[in-house]
């Protein structure tokens, strides 16, 4: 396994990423999400504004990440003869739990023992869900991970949990090409140590692909999630949910690979399948409904995509509320919709609305609020408000250049929109 959680500063000896921290954590809890929600607007082509969307699954949906909960600590008097009495309760968060249990930890058993390091991977994992603090938590992973590594092993079985959750926190922070490395050496180290079946080794195939996905890259993800559903096909049955789940990221790959056709069909016999297995409203069918909406929308079929999207935004809003990353979602696609078939004043506030909130619950430069401003550019474009598409492709080209670095097919086609924009 290459060391990629050693990469050092020359100057100061400190780990270093590629890019700033982001807020939130994306956190799998044994259950293997595969990009299921939805689609977002993707690249455009350069030049002129285009009337049409192109769709494609947002950056690693947020929606899924595992909510953490603190508690509560109560100092209670205990005198003989008399009843026990309250003194003082204070509500902790996770984050402020898992804290005191790390510094006991540390002081009690030592800053190498085995339980210690699980103890600041749980810290760790809390403050990824913190907002801002994301590089604080990707620092504390890369300090267990070289510890494991010398004290337990590359292939120990705690070393490969903590490089899985290093791989998914620099992920999460935006950190693309790290994120990439961190899970192709993390997949290789598990099929070699655990088998290529083992359901450690397929999360981090399907992670990897995510990961691709989001660089732009889907044609390499397609196989990767093509693979692990024949795998899970085979172990687990077609109607396990594991399956379902798979076959759902399956057929969003498809859709980013613009093999269109193929995904309908997956997708029409998939939606049934999880209705009567979960109902209409459960997470995994207004998954998989967005996704029909998605393709309907590359298909040219308006009408039925707006019904489709109309009816999980309708689902998403009364079961995980208005401000949830899968509402956005799946608001989002809905104004993909609009501005397919040429709505734009339709579809501009929709897209203000979402921006407001993902960069209320992300931070302004987390990955996709980024891919949200520059939708809202596109649709601007076409509204004929170029002014201030201007604006917000000048922010995205600075943005994506941040996330990406050069040649990034979405710095590319942001910079060639904003050069026809800014041409006399």
Known sequence: MARWWRRRAAEDGEAVGAEPPRSRQEHE??????????????????????????????????????????????LTDVTEGRPEQEIISVQLSAEEIRTMRARSAIDTLGP?????????????????????????AVELYQHVAR?????LGERHEETLRTSAELAGALHTTGQLSLAETAWRDTFRAQAETLGRDHPDTLRSATRLAAVLQDLGRAPEAEPLVGDVLARRVRQLGRDHPDVLSTTNAHAAALLKCGRHQEAERILRSLVPRLEDRYGRDHEKTIAARSNLGAVLVRLDRHAEAEEQIRAVVRSTEATLGPDHD??????????????????????VPVLRAILAGRAALHGDDHPITVVTRDNLANVLIDAGHHAEAAELLDRCVHDYRRLHGPGHPRLRAAEERLAWLRSP
Request: charged share 25%; net charge negative; proline share 10%.
């Open 326 to 347: 899968t509402t956005f979602t799946a608001r989002n696609n809905l104004a993909a919709v609009l501005h397919a078939q040429e709505r734009y004043e339709d579809a």
């Open 29 to 74: 809890d044994g259950r293997e999400h595969g990009h299921e929600p939805g689609h977002e607007y993707g690249d455009r082509p350069p030049g002129p504004p285009q009337p049409g969307p192109d769709a494609q699954e947002p950056a690693h949906g947020s929606g899924n990440a595992r909510r953490l909960s603190g508690g509560r600590l109560t």
């Open 112 to 136: 190498e023992h085995p339980d210690t390091l699980v103890a600041l991977r749980e810290l760790a994992e809390a403050l990824l869900s913190v907002p801002g603090r994301g590089a604080e």
């Open 147 to 151: 510890t494991q590594w010398t004290t």
